[in-house]
């Protein structure tokens, strides 16, 4: 066998898996196009669905809830964003079990086991943080932004004249602008909600501890309020409301990541694996032969 050939026989394997990942990664494309499809036949009926908590806030001020196209190919663009957004939730579940059965193989029966409650909860925590903030967090932040609205009354006669009535500026939003501040709530509220879940991940990879977290908790306070300015509008209420809500995520993720640091301390106290500080651990003899350990070896 020349050199060559040993060379080709050792990347057969990576050959081999980047020809499955090409593969799951058009299946993945295709189921992708496919929701888009499904999704712009039925784009009139999401997108009503999605100005909901708009049409609820102008229903309350007396308001009719009419949005406008500001350029003749503004319908068109609000019809592939809904399809983007909505053809990826569709695609997802079957995206997630490509991406899952492409590396399961390579991972031991326990990693399965340990790994497949992550892959479950995430869509499960993205679809909570969705949900949060399209029947939470955006009714509250529309019903601030549309309180600076001005409404002027009928005008006066004074001395045979008619006295101009005061300025009117009220709400004429664009579809696609209300299009892209609610995704950015959604998708803003969807990846934070993700915080227990990377956390706990990180915990049980020995990654993060509990008392680590608790130690950096003054900079996540720092960081969360960073992110907030970053994701939502200029406005306090919605800066707060996830202020709140990640924070809180964040002392339940300490709280997770110790469960796991209990379990794991569990079961190496049943193996007899466990001790309380490095004085109880057992030492290595320098000076202790290693033939006998070589015999056993042989024996077993």
């Known amino acids: 066998m020349t050199p060559n050939d040993e060379i080709e026989d050792s990347s057969a394997p990576l050959i081999e898996h980047l020809a499955e990942l090409r593969t799951r990664l058009i299946h993945s494309v295709v189921a992708f196009i496919i929701g888009m499809v499904i999704c712009f036949t039925v784009a009139t009926p999401i997108f009503n669905f999605l100005t909901a908590p708009l049409c609820s806030v102008l229903a309350e001020r007396g308001q009719d809830c009419d949005l406008i196209f500001i350029s003749p190919q503004e319908g068109f663009f609000v019809a592939i964003k809904v399809s983007l957004l909505g053809g990826f939730i569709l695609a997802f579940p079957y995206i997630a079990n490509q991406m899952w059965r492409f590396v399961a193989p390579g991972l031991y029966k326990s990693e399965k086991g340990a790994f497949l409650p992550?892959?479950?909860?995430?869509?499960?925590?993205?679809?909570?943080?969705?949900?949060?903030?399209?029947?939470?967090?955006?009714?509250?932040?529309?019903?601030?932004?549309?309180?600076?609205?001005?409404?002027g009354g009928e005008g006066e006669a004074i001395d045979g004249g008619m006295n101009a009535a005061p300025l009117s500026v009220v709400f004429q939003g664009s579809a696609q602008e209300y299009l892209n501040l609610t995704v950015k709530f959604i998708v803003a509220f969807g990846m934070c909600f993700q915080l227990p879940v990377l956390l706990t991940l990180m915990g049980k990879a020995g990654l993060v501890s509990a008392d680590g977290l608790r130690s950096v908790r003054k900079y996540a306070v720092v960081g969360i309020l960073v992110l907030a300015a970053l994701v939502t509008p200029p406005d306090v209420i919605t800066q707060i409301i996830l202020f709140i809500v990640v924070y809180g995520l964040y002392e339940a993720s300490i709280q997770l990541v110790r469960r796991v640091e209990k379990k794991r301390e569990k079961e190496l106290r049943e193996q007899g694996l466990w001790f309380e500080d490095e004085e109880d651990a057992p030492e290595f003899d320098p000076d202790e032969p290693l033939a006998d350990t070589e015999t056993d070896k042989s024996k077993s």
């Open 118 to 151: 992550f892959l479950v909860a995430s869509p499960f925590m993205f679809f909570l943080g969705a949900a949060f903030a399209f029947y939470v967090v955006t009714p509250l932040a529309y019903e601030f932004f549309l309180g600076f609205q001005q409404f």
